[in-house]
């Protein structure tokens, strides 16, 4: 690998950027104009526009990314995460032109990336997954007849969905018959597919993850779990490694049923698949991520391994250079996601940053995707830095957690930093002992952040 061409923008494009200059590898940068002066098409080596803001006419655009690889002389291409990165069509367009696509084969990301699909594959494995329908449900009327014979509460779910975009959870058939319609809107507009199920919802469960790595010659190894538990509208707004919510026989199961996984559908290259906790402990399979995810640094920091040097490797054809044995987990890991949102409403808060002054520091590891005096735009997504911090033991990362997010500036514009010190406050949180429901009992008490 020579050159490779990042499908992406913001922090990710920037990270890999890191990665790849470490490796002597260079770099293509793909860029609307709303992006045209943020830090990761500087870095690059050589830069792209590919079309206005709207991301359908810019970083969704398969045909204009492709034939900018193919122009710039790229032999490969790094979907980053988020926008193609888990479109199958896209992974097969790329490998028909010719290029290496850094990511498991076409064939695995559409299996995994229709969750009726990967349910069944999960099930045949004899992995638990959550009670829900087989098949998609087409109409709010066999919805309510399939939640009826379920019992409520009920989760409705896109099929092709991701990141908490088409999900809602269901009290009573009239709550439901009244959401389907926008849902299923939702669903075609964000993933182009309409198809729904239901599953049956779980009680203040805990969300885990397992990193798993695969190589072409079929092993398969886990770099242990992560908790991604502190949500708001079903989408991960803190995660930490190791999970201190879990009994170790869980812990350890979790792994096992994680590579069992990526095996039984023959996984290449850096994944993550996604449990559900119940308070009994049991755990369901929730979906595959087949990419790089949003917390990766809280892996790397207490593995001490950089996943996209290994994504590359195994996309080049090398070996895993380890076995399981070899891999250690050190020390204790926490990230915060920095959005430019109100953190009341959670609205986004675009505009132009007049002071952006991360924390320095030991163990303190920071990747934006913007500097002071860039404009925030309203086009993508609001994230716009991930704070990673590290520490011996979970006591010592909370400590210094709050020691860093109390000197971190963002300045002319709102974030959601105000959030974070509401959470490392909560008695449930420093215990460890909390779920997917954390943020919603800080706002019934008046403590939180209103949705």
Known sequence: MKKLLIANRGEIALRIIRTCRERGIRTVAVHSDADADLPFVQEADDSVRIGPPPVAQSYLDMGVIIDAALQMGADAVHPGYGLLSENADFAAKVEEA??????????????????????????????????????????????????????YPVMLKASAGGGGIGMQVLESEASLLKAFPSIQARAKAYFGD?????????????????????DRKGKVVHLFERECSVQRRNQKVVEESPSPSIEEATRKALWEAAVTA????????????????????????????????????????????????????????????FDQENIQRKG?????????????????????????????????????????????????????????????????????SREALASFRVEGIKSNLPLFE?????????RGRYDTSILQRLNQRGEGMKP
């Open 262 to 321: 990526a095996q039984a559908v023959g996984y290449t290259g850096a994944g993550t698949v996604e449990f559900l906790v119940d308070e009994q402990e049991k755990f369901y399979f929730l979906e595959m991520n087949t990419r790089l995810q949003v917390e990766h640094p809280v892996t790397e920091m207490v593995t001490g391994l950089d996943l996209v040097a290994l994504q590359l490797d195994i996309a080049e054809g090398s070996d895993l250079p």
């Open 194 to 214: 309409d198809t729904l199920f239901l599953e049956k919802f779980i009680s203040r469960p805990r969300h885990v993850e397992v990193q798993v790595l695969a």
């Open 332 to 400: 204790h890991a926490i990230e915060f996601r920095i959005y430019a949102e109100d953190p009341v409403r959670f609205f986004p808060s675009p505009g132009k940053l007049t002071a952006f002054k991360p924390p320095i520091g030991d163990r303190i590891r920071v990747d934006a995707g913007v500097e002071e005096g860039n404009e925030v735009t309203p086009f993508y997504d609001p994230m716009i830095a991930k704070c990673i911090i590290g520490g011996d033991s979970r006591e010592e990362a909370l400590k210094r």
């Open 422 to 430: 509401k959470v490392l406050a909560e008695p449930d949180f420093i």
């Open 98 to 151: 010719g290029l290496l696509f850094v990511g498991p084969s076409p064939e695995v990301i559409a299996r995994m990336g229709d969750k009726l699909t990967a349910r069944r594959v999960m099930e045949k494995a004899g992995i638990p997954v959550v009670p829900g329908t087989p098949e998609g449900v087409r109409t709010g009327e066999e919805a309510a007849r399939e939640a009826e014979s379920m019992g």
